[in-house]
Each structure stands twice: as structure tokens, then as C-alpha cells.
């Protein structure tokens, strides 16, 4: 097993994409880790057919499907939930949605306005793309979800019934993309944590690492679908799935940032965040302390 893991790690750590995500000027402060975790709704590697199959539609740009992120330190793990429609202040574009500040200045100017609206400090970034994550649930031979309601979505290429399933990458794909629920957004980002989190446990179970025939293709994978930042290595992702696999488990918060009121400014739906309770939960993160319960989201 050890073989194998060290062969895993290493062909990942050669192979992963890297870019300059960090900004070097931040002058955010906080205690313990803190990553972003974005899903990009890039359609890199997808033939047009796979595009047909998965209903992504046609190469529309740079944005954000997923945003989250995800604390790690002495009092345990805490996974928030950043709506992409967050009303918000970008550097150098005043108050926009979250995920127009990937569209203008990508990773950077992400991570840029996350710090600024939430005062951590972002040390780590993880992206990946519709191909990535496919490649990802079928090489670990699926995830198990239960789902709390049937979902017929053709615009996510999704028709699931409810109960626990095994889904395999198309299937996932469109669970974590579909708004065809009542909670829409909402909905969607607590389906997006589930699902992580039971992927995150499958690649890191014994099931996987000790089959050649899941833990080689999962390397590949990896190595394909993972973007980080420049500075950025193996075991630091090593971390964040630990610290997401205890999320998994119980061991920790998984929750969305408070909102106060959902909207529209110049005929697009945005969304506004409770500062008061939004400011004890980011504080709480910053001091490395478990947030209360009262500045839990929406």
C-alpha cells in the first residue's frame, strides 16, 4: 500500500497545473489554513459530443460554478459555502456578483475579493472543471449519494429518483449543477458539499488506494482535473482531504455563509449576506475558533 500511495503522490505532484492564483500584496490575516475551493464551469478537455452529453452548453467563458471555502486548525474543520451570486465589493470593478471576479482577473482577483469580504487569509486554492470532475467519480467507480428528492433537471442532463444511489461522473456532474429544486442556489451549494465530501471519502478509502485499477486512473485524473496555486504541492492537498473527510464524518462544520435577502440589481439576481452574523462567523475562522451556531448560514 505504501508503494502505491507514494506512486500516487508523486505522479500528481509532477503532473499537476499550476498558476499564479495567490495575490503577493494581501495583507489578510488569520490563524490556522485556510483554502479556496472552486468548481469552474470550463468545458477544457470536453469533446463536443461529451458537452451534448453532459448539457454544459457551449464554451461560455471563465466563471465560477462553486465556490467554497475551507478552514482547517486546532479547533477542527469549517467548510462555508460562498453563493456565486454574492453581492459583493471586487477590487477595481466596485460591487458586483462573486463569480464576475473570476470572469475579470481569474483565481486572483478571486481570492482578492474573498479576502476583502470575508478578512481571512486565502493560503491555498483548488480548482477544477467539468472534465476533471468527471474523469475524478469514475475513476474511484462512482460516489454514493443520498438524495432527499427526485430531480429531473434535462438542462443538468440529470433524472434521479430519491434515496442513496451510486452516481457515476455524468450523473454527479449534473446533481451538483441542477437549481431544479425549491431552494434553487441553496439547495445546490448543500448539494455541492455532499457531494465533495463523499468523493473526498471514496478516493481516500482503503477501496481505492489499495486497487491499482482505481488508484492509477485516480492519479491521472487528479493531475488533469486539479488546478492550484504556483506555490502549491501534494500534501497540501493531502491536508485539505483530510480535512474534508472529517467534515464527512461529522468531525467538523459544513455550513453556508448567513445571507440576509436575495435580490436582483440591474435585472440579475444577486445576493446579500447578513454581515452581522457573516462577521462573527469569518471572525470566529480567523481566531481559529469553532463559529457559533448563531452564525451559521443562510
Known amino acids: 500500500m505504501l508503494a502505491l500511495v507514494v506512486a500516487f503522490g508523486t ?5 499537476l497545473e499550476r498558476t499564479d492564483a495567490l495575490p503577493s500584496d494581501s495583507t489578510a490575516s488569520s490563524d490556522g489554513t485556510n483554502w479556496l475551493i472552486v468548481g469552474s464551469d470550463s468545458r ?3 469533446t463536443k459530443e461529451q458537452e451534448r452529453e453532459l448539457a454544459t452548453g457551449g464554451d461560455v467563458g471563465q466563471r465560477t460554478d462553486t465556490i467554497m471555502l475551507l478552514h482547517s486548525g486546532s479547533s477542527g474543520s469549517v467548510l462555508v459555502s ?3 451570486d454574492s453581492y ?3 477590487p477595481g470593478y466596485g460591487r458586483e456578483k462573486l463569480n464576475a471576479a473570476y470572469s475579470f482577473g481569474g483565481a486572483k482577483l478571486l481570492i482578492q475579493t474573498v479576502e476583502r469580504a470575508t478578512g481571512l487569509r486565502i493560503d491555498h486554492y483548488a480548482e477544477i472543471g467539468f472534465s476533471g470532475f468527471v474523469d475524478a467519480v469514475d475513476a474511484v467507480g462512482g460516489v454514493e449519494i443520498c438524495a432527499d428528492q427526485a430531480i429531473r433537471d434535462p438542462k443538468a442532463a440529470l433524472n434521479i429518483k430519491a434515496g442513496c444511489q451510486e452516481m457515476d461522473g455524468a450523473t454527479a456532474l449534473g446533481y451538483v449543477r441542477t437549481r ?3 431552494g434553487s442556489d441553496f439547495d445546490r451549494v448543500t448539494r455541492q458539499r455532499q457531494f465533495l465530501g463523499a468523493l473526498v471519502e471514496k478516493a481516500t478509502s482503503p477501496t481505492t488506494l489499495l486497487n491499482p485499477f482505481r488508484v492509477v486512473p485516480l492519479a491521472g485524473a487528479m493531475a488533469r482535473a486539479v488546478t ?8 497540501n492537498l493531502a491536508g485539505l482531504a483530510l480535512a474534508m473527510r472529517g467534515i464527512a464524518g461529522g468531525d467538523g462544520l459544513a455550513t453556508t455563509v448567513p445571507v440576509a435577502n436575495s435580490g436582483s440589481v440591474g435585472g440579475q439576481s444577486v445576493v446579500r449576506w447578513d454581515t ?3 462577521s462573527v462567523l469569518f471572525k470566529a475562522i480567523q481566531n481559529d475558533e469553532v463559529p457559533p451556531k448563531s452564525a451559521h448560514g443562510p
Do not use: C, F, I, Q
Open 276 to 278: 452581522k452574523r457573516a
Open 228 to 235: 492550484v496555486d504556483s506555490g502549491d504541492h501534494v500534501w
Open 44 to 46: 477544457k478537455g470536453l
Open 88 to 90: 459583493v465589493d471586487v
Open 180 to 182: 431544479a429544486t425549491a
Open 11 to 15: 505522479y500528481v505532484e509532477v503532473n
Open 82 to 84: 460562498l453563493p456565486r
